[in-house]
């Protein structure tokens, strides 16, 4: 969990900006977007196979 403390004579703006950089190095809005929804098994699967085909370049 990303946790900033305020440091004396730090201005919120100050306080927000180091919270949205914890956020983002820590990967929780990543999470949270991955998290949205729930995706199969059977279609996440489906969704790797297909991943690694483009990424191989296969022209099936």
């Known amino acids: 969990m990303a946790e900033?403390?305020?440091k004396?004579?730090?201005?919120v703006d100050e306080l927000v900006k180091?919270?949205?950089k914890q956020v983002q190095k820590e990967g929780i809005m990543?999470?949270?977007?991955k998290r949205e929804y729930f995706v199969s098994p059977s279609v996440l699967r489906r969704k790797k196979m297909a991943a690694?085909?483009?990424r191989k370049g296969s022209s099936d």
């Open 4 to 6: 900033v403390v305020r």
């Open 8 to 11: 004396p004579n730090e201005s």
């Open 18 to 20: 180091r919270f949205k």
């Open 30 to 33: 990543k999470e949270i977007k």
């Open 52 to 54: 690694a085909r483009k």
